[in-house]
């Protein structure tokens, strides 16, 4: 009987382990799918900025990528904008993203994320391109935001914040 009962109980927590594992291959699988939907969308929105700003300008448009969360990856990234061109005009920045968390949930994990890429990469970038702007007599630089930093949204804590940051340093 206690064998059994012992065979019982050991198949039971196998098949809750099989089940959530399951579950979180299934909720990793959504996440992977998420973030790669995300990534299309950037690379859409920065051949529309490219297309854009040529129209405008006449000239070329390039766009640095980079791991917006890492403060040394982006001023590595930077090293390549002079490699591009000493002669800036314009700067759009459009590095962002936002993962909802409420307020009562948001980890200082997402909060620092958020501030790193919405907010300090955009200062970062902005003050070492305005620096090369000056030495040819100016230029525009431009942020891409969301009405989220103006009136706040609970459910988003994090990426509201960064917004509001953005928002007001522009």
Do not use: C
Not at 6 to 31: C, F, G, N, P
Not at 41 to 55: D, E, F, K, Y
Not at 108 to 128: D, P, R, T
């Amino acid at each position: 009987r206690l064998t059994a009962e012992s065979e019982a109980k050991a198949e039971q927590i196998v098949a809750d382990a099989v089940a959530r594992a399951d579950r979180i291959r299934a909720e990793s699988e959504r996440e992977v799918a998420a973030a790669t939907q995300r990534r299309d969308s950037i690379n859409a929105q920065l051949t529309n900025v490219r297309q854009m700003l040529a129209t405008l300008s006449g000239t070329s448009a390039a766009a640095i990528g980079a791991d917006f969360a890492d403060p040394d990856a982006v001023a590595a990234a930077m090293g390549k904008v002079r490699s591009v061109s000493k002669d800036i005009g314009v700067l759009v920045n459009v590095a962002g993203f936002a993962a909802d968390q409420p307020a009562q949930m948001v980890t200082q994990a997402n909060l620092a994320a958020h501030m790193e890429v919405n907010f300090k990469s955009a200062v970062q970038i902005s003050q070492y391109v305005s620096r090369l702007m000056m030495r040819v007599g100016g230029g525009s630089i431009v942020s891409v935001s969301s009405v989220t930093g103006i009136p706040g949204n609970a459910r988003q804590l994090a990426y509201w914040a960064a917004k509001a940051a953005l928002n007001n340093a522009t």
